[in-house]
């Protein structure tokens, strides 16, 4: 067997052979570039900095310019859409982390290979929503169940300091302990297994190499899908007591969770689906506060996302009727300021059109005989809950 060649390094003035670690520039670009050492990157950056113009101009010609902001040469971290309005101070903190292999003895949703939820497109808009039996009911029971565990343990991680991709990793090995596949995974080649959304984002956040700071809001979306059936759940979180202190996050957080609190209550046979919203909009106005229609909760069953569609708004147009056996989530996005949203050019991140914040919380319901089963509700030992409005304090 032939030994592999030793490179050196090509720092200016180096001499050393190089290790594993390139430049992420000459990377994106496709072209090898080895250094020793973080350091000896670092001393050489300005020098090097330049061969990617040359670079760039050469293959500038043969492929469309992609912009991307220099990654910093200490961390190797950028920002992939330097050139997007960002509507608030949130940005987007790339390279995103390799995708988190799942077990073949783990059993994946049709779309795990491909993307493509193709059974769910089967059923889309037909109205016919699906009454579970008492064993399917068993069987979102334990799912949901499990995404409980899995939120709580993820959200006792959401601390200063603490990345999203980390929090990602807790969420994906949290599952696979639990024999489930962590359902966004590629859903919609959606490239995370949870999705995390901070501060101005509404929902959709993909995890990345950004920490945490105090003073931070996150929103930790977990769904599991375990022994055929998918079980989904949210919440909003306070990172730091700086968070807890701010009278507008507390205010926005709050009122998100009393809404989800309010629209549940409403739960049982005969429900119109159009109720919901009216219950939340209006609690939400009496907070100074907006609702989100761009997304909505849904039907969840054997399908992630399915029939029926229920909006969180006042005075929607949804048709249909909560009956016995039925399973839905409700899960209200309350913002501060408008209720617009605006889309991150990776297709996935929703952020609100002026930046102010937004808190979501969700839970997976079954709709019983005389009323409803909370099926992701809180455990003793649950983490977050509610907290009251700061007091202001005078200097
Ligand atoms: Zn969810
Ligand atoms: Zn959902």
């Given at each position: ?8 390094c ?5 001499e050393k ?34 061969i ?38 949130l940005?987007p ?15 994946h ?34 799912v ?16 200063p ?15 696979l ?10 859903y919609m ?38 022994n ?13 007591d ?17 809404c989800?609190?309010k629209s ?14 009216n ?5 939400a ?74 808190a ?9 005989e ?6 992701t ?19």
């Open positions: 067997m032939a030994e592999v060649a030793t490179r050196k090509i720092g200016v003035d180096c052979d190089a290790g594993s670690l390139q430049c992420p520039t000459c990377l994106k670009m496709g072209t090898d570039s080895f250094f020793c050492s973080q350091d000896c990157f670092k001393r050489s950056w300005s020098e090097h900095k330049a990617h113009k040359t670079k760039s101009n050469i293959l500038s010609n043969l492929f469309p310019p992609k912009v991307v902001s220099e990654p910093d040469p200490a961390t190797g971290l950028y920002n992939p859409f330097p050139t997007f309005q960002y509507t608030g101070s940005r903190v790339y390279p995103l982390s390799t995708r988190r292999p799942v077990p073949k003895t783990i059993p949703p049709d779309y795990a290979k491909d993307g493509i939820p193709r059974s769910e497109q089967k059923y889309f808009g037909r109205n016919n929503i699906k009454i579970l039996n008492k064993e399917e009911q068993e069987g979102m029971r334990k949901c169940r499990l995404a409980r565990e899995v939120l709580d343990i993820a959200a006792r991680e959401a601390k300091g603490v990345t999203t991709d980390y929090i990602d990793e807790v969420v994906h090995k949290a599952c302990e639990r024999d489930s596949y962590p359902s966004p995974l590629n080649h959606f490239p995370k297994s949870v999705c995390t959304s901070v501060n101005e984002t509404i929902c959709h956040g993909i995890p990345d190499q950004r920490p945490l700071e105090d003073g931070d809001i996150i929103n930790i979306d977990v769904t599991l899908y375990h055929g059936f998918h079980g989904d759940i949210n919440e909003t979180y306070y990172v730091g700086n968070a807890k202190a701010n009278p507008d996050a507390v205010r926005v957080v709050e009122t998100s969770r009393e989800l609190d549940i209550e409403l739960v049982k046979p005969g429900m119109l689906f159009r109720d919901p919203g219950v939340i909009e209006k609690h106005k009496s907070r100074n506060c907006s609702v989100v229609k761009s997304y909505c909760g849904h039907g969840i069953n054997q399908l992630f996302h399915t029939d029926p569609n229920i909006p969180h708004y006042g005075k929607n147009k949804a048709v249909g009727t909560a009956k016995p056996g039925m399973c839905f989530t409700i899960e209200p996005m309350i913002n501060l300021g408008t209720h617009r949203d605006r889309t991150w050019p990776d297709d996935w991140t929703s952020t609100t059109a002026d930046g102010a914040l937004s979501q919380f969700e839970h997976t319901l079954l709709v019983t005389d009323g409803v089963e909370v099926l509700a809180r455990l003793p030992d649950s983490p977050g809950g509610p907290i009251p409005m700061p007091v202001a304090t005078q200097n």
